[in-house]
């Protein structure tokens, strides 16, 4: 049996330290788009009809970065609005860009599993807590 010196062991670890080091906690952003894209994600951004009504989003993501939010009273389905948004990926943000009549709604600390979406939910910069969209 042969036996491992000091600088062989050394050595060793050394590689593995500079492996993990390269390993990232974060999602890759073409992992993200690919689980993003071509679904509907389900759940609550703030949104209300002009009554103070709450409104239930239903995103819909395209590829070419647009997208459709079909917003729905909560219990009975009935869909109150369609609005279109443009959508953009940064990193670990998604940002939700329903034009002037809306302010700028952003999702960071992104995470995509396969059928839930998880963040941090900032309406025009001001941190609104924390969102849950499901995948319909």
């Known amino acids: 049996m042969r036996r491992i010196s000091f600088l062989q062991c050394f050595r060793i670890l050394s590689v593995c330290a500079l492996l993990l080091s390269f390993t990232s906690c974060e999602q890759d952003e073409d992992v993200v788009f690919g689980r993003l894209v071509r679904y509907t994600w389900v759940g609550d951004l703030g949104f209300s009809d002009p009554w103070g009504e709450p409104l239930e989003s239903g995103l819909y993501f395209d590829s070419d970065g647009f997208g459709q939010d079909e917003q729905c009273y909560y219990g009975s389905g009935r869909v109150a609005a369609v609005e279109r948004f443009r959508w953009m990926l940064q990193g670990n943000t998604l940002s939700l860009d329903y034009g ?21 939910l900032f309406v025009s910069g001001r941190f609104v807590g924390s969102v849950i969209l499901y995948r319909y």
């Open 100 to 120: 002037n009549q809306y302010p700028l709604i952003e999702i960071s600390h992104l995470y995509v599993g396969m059928d839930e979406l998880t963040g941090d």
